[in-house]
């Protein structure tokens, strides 16, 4: 398996044949955080995009990241 990594967080790194899309989700214990694209570039940014909006959201409720 593939992960990406950003921030001290894991992400996956997956291809959907059918569909043509990479997808994946955080590495979390507790949370679900999902995101796609149609390149693995793309799907880098979106894995970045995701974690920050992940610690924002995280902030902005006064809770603890996992």
Known sequence: MVNLEYKG??????????????FGNLQLKRDK????AAS???LENSFKN??????????AFGIEPG
Request: charged share 15%; glycine share 4%.
């Open 9 to 22: 967080f894991l992400g996956s790194l997956n291809f959907h044949s059918d569909a043509c899309y990479y």
């Open 33 to 36: 955080v999902m995101y796609q």
């Open 40 to 42: 693995i570039a793309e």
């Open 50 to 59: 995701s974690v920050d909006n992940y610690l924002a959201d995280c902030a």
